[in-house]
């Protein structure tokens, strides 16, 4: 990898002959010394070939290797003469601008970067030569360089992956059961009322599907968490841009997430012309709505434990504090999901988790993710009598950070990774093809990624990991009616302990339609509510 370009320092005003004299001298100095600061080899390292004074600016031509980016050596340079030129000329360094700015790499990547800095980016013989525009002090003074890079490198290797977020490999699964049901439960919901659709992936929940929702995630904290000793918390639904910089998701993820905007004033009296226009014309011109709100300073919740890792920002902690294990079930988190299209509660925009998080040393996380293991296993094959399957996912995420490796033939679970949960779908078809399975949750060990990102430390200087694991409560419940049906006779002992009194849903002329009025009727007798509601 090579740097050139050209570093032009403006000056307060021309120097004298004196100091182009000494110049000389100033520059050999800075080759054997200063810009080879930090570099194992001198061709690592960054070198002025040639300089030149014109009027009241000093031209530079440079070249530099990895060690020392043509970036950070005309800051060196500055940084060295600006008090030569200060104290013994009266001299000021005004502005500063790296121009014909080219970076060579040994390799020929495929893959292009749309930023403002880019010029050009070219492939031939072996090598990629990235072009950019002229920069000013103030992106000198950011590693935008070394990033851009990064950046061409992280997406050559995302494509080698063959564009795929993650990597899939099957470690464990159920035996087959008997399948008793085979009708798709988010039409039958709908047509009997219970859920309705509002918006694109938006869905109300009535009483007797809320009930079911709610009795899965009480079962879940019952014969999961609670016996594990894990304890409730409350997590913030909208969350400042910055954490997901921090955590990644806003690089990654820009396409799935629903970002939120503040009103422009508290004022109600900024707001006159939106309240007039929306009088008159009765109607809302979102176009006219932008110029009173703010741009996007919050997203709406969606991973749901990022707040988790920013609550523990610069916290230090000592062994008696550790492990740390917390759920949060508090509100909705919110993801489009869009390309994979929308579908009853199935897949949805806005949708519930019990958010599961945990903190500790390497030893106590495995720990706890592995005992974790143990009662989700029990919870899907024995409580719901789920015909299941859990795959190894390597995320990509994790292994750009470098906290874990790419997925080889030996598995090592106990490295940073993540393992899914998934149910047969029968309604979908035969259970051979992998598009008839549906993920229903995870569990992830993220190793030093966010303690690292959030600068969580231990007072000891031990590492400390974090994991989390997401139950997704309607993909739980539509897994469980997809395979056991609503005949509350045929659903295992457990859930019928829990599920006993199914309030009744909404009745109305036209409600749920009359032509499904029948199917309501017969549903609700299968699952036991009684005729009148006793």
């Known amino acids: 990898m090579r740097f050139y370009g050209e570093a032009v320092l403006k000056l307060s005003k021309q120097p004298p002959r004196d100091f182009a004299e000494e110049l000389k001298s100033l520059v050999e100095k800075l080759n054997k010394e200063v810009l080879l600061k930090g570099a194992k080899h001198p061709e690592d390292g960054a070198r002025i070939t040639s300089f030149v004074i014109k009027d009241d600016e000093i031209f530079f031509n440079m070249e530099s290797g990895r060690a020392v980016p043509i970036h950070v050596a005309i800051l060196r340079i500055k940084n060295n003469l600006a008090p030569i030129l200060g104290r013994k000329y009266k001299i000021g360094i005004r502005s500063l601008l790296l121009k014909d700015v080219r970076i060579e790499l040994d390799e020929e990547f495929s893959v292009g970067v749309e930023v403002p800095i880019v010029e050009k980016i070219e492939t031939k013989e072996g090598q990629t030569v990235i072009t950019l525009k002229p920069l000013e002090e103030s992106l000198l003074q950011k590693p935008i360089l070394?990033?851009?890079?990064?950046?061409?490198?992280?997406?050559?290797?995302?494509?080698?992956?063959?564009?795929?977020?993650?990597?899939?490999?099957?470690?464990?699964?159920?035996?087959?059961?008997?399948?008793?049901?085979?009708?798709?439960?988010?039409?039958?919901?709908?047509?009997?009322?219970?859920?309705?659709?509002?918006?694109?992936?938006?869905?109300?929940?009535?009483?007797?599907?809320?009930?079911?929702?709610?009795?899965?995630?009480?079962?879940?904290?019952?014969?999961?968490?609670?016996?594990?000793?894990?304890?409730?918390?409350?997590?913030?639904?909208?969350?400042?841009?910055?954490?997901?910089?921090?955590?990644?998701?806003?690089?990654?993820?820009?396409?799935?997430?629903?970002?939120?905007?503040?009103?422009?004033?508290?004022?109600?009296?900024?707001?006159?012309?939106?309240?007039?226009?929306?009088?008159?014309?009765?109607?809302?011109?979102?176009?006219?709505?932008?110029?009173?709100?703010?741009?996007?300073?919050?997203?709406?919740?969606?991973?749901?434990?990022?707040?988790?890792?920013?609550?523990?920002?610069?916290?230090?902690?000592?062994?008696?504090?550790?492990?740390?294990?917390?759920?949060?079930?508090?509100?909705?988190?919110?993801?489009?999901?869009?390309?994979?299209?929308?579908?009853?509660?199935?897949?949805?925009?806005?949708?519930?988790?019990?958010?599961?998080?945990?903190?500790?040393?390497?030893?106590?996380?495995?720990?706890?993710?592995?005992?974790?293991?143990?009662?989700?296993?029990?919870?899907?094959?024995?409580?719901?009598?789920?015909?299941?399957?859990?795959?190894?996912?390597?995320?990509?995420?994790?292994?750009?950070?470098?906290?874990?490796?790419?997925?080889?033939?030996?598995?090592?679970?106990?490295?940073?990774?993540?393992?899914?949960?998934?149910?047969?779908?029968?309604?979908?078809?035969?259970?051979?093809?992998?598009?008839?399975?549906?993920?229903?949750?995870?569990?992830?060990?993220?190793?030093?990624?966010?303690?690292?990102?959030?600068?969580?430390?231990?007072?000891?200087e031990k590492t400390l990991w974090t994991g989390c694991s997401g139950f997704g409560i309607e993909r739980w419940v539509l897994a469980f009616l997809a395979q056991k049906g609503f005949e509350r006779d045929s659903w295992p002992e457990t859930v019928r302990k829990y599920i006993r009194d199914i309030p009744r849903g909404l009745e109305a002329s036209n409600y749920p339609r009359p032509q499904y009025f029948d199917l309501k009727k017969l549903i609700e007798r299968r699952v036991g509510i009684k005729e009148h509601g006793e």
């Open 146 to 460: 070394q990033r851009l890079i990064s950046l061409i490198e992280e997406k050559e290797q995302r494509k080698r992956w063959g564009g795929k977020i993650e990597h899939w490999q099957k470690i464990k699964e159920s035996r087959k059961k008997r399948i008793i049901f085979k009708d798709d439960p988010n039409v039958i919901l709908e047509r009997i009322g219970w859920i309705s659709n509002i918006a694109p992936g938006q869905w109300f929940f009535t009483p007797p599907f809320t009930y079911i929702f709610r009795k899965f995630e009480e079962m879940l904290i019952d014969i999961v968490l609670k016996p594990l000793g894990f304890v409730e918390a409350i997590f913030p639904k909208m969350e400042p841009i910055e954490i997901g910089l921090k955590t990644g998701h806003l690089k990654g993820t820009p396409n799935q997430m629903v970002f939120a905007s503040l009103p422009i004033s508290y004022n109600i009296e900024e707001f006159e012309a939106w309240q007039d226009y929306v009088s008159i014309y009765g109607e809302a011109d979102l176009e006219f709505l932008q110029k009173f709100v703010e741009p996007p300073k919050y997203y709406l919740c969606f991973a749901q434990c990022p707040p988790f890792y920013r609550f523990l920002s610069k916290t230090i902690f000592t062994d008696k504090h550790l492990p740390l294990k917390w759920f949060d079930r508090s509100g909705p988190s919110f993801r489009w999901e869009g390309a994979g299209g929308l579908r009853g509660i199935e897949r949805l925009v806005e949708f519930h988790r019990v958010e599961i998080v945990w903190l500790g040393t390497p030893e106590q996380v495995i720990e706890i993710r592995n005992r974790l293991l143990e009662r989700y296993e029990y919870f899907m094959d024995k409580a719901l009598d789920l015909e299941w399957r859990w795959a190894w996912v390597t995320p990509w995420f994790l292994v750009h950070a470098g906290e874990t490796e790419e997925m080889k033939e030996e598995i090592d679970i106990n490295q940073p990774g993540t393992i899914d949960f998934e149910a047969y779908l029968p309604y979908k078809g035969d259970r051979e093809d992998h598009r008839n399975w549906l993920e229903i949750g995870n569990i992830s060990i993220h190793g030093a990624k966010y303690t690292k990102a959030f600068r969580i430390r231990h007072a000891a």
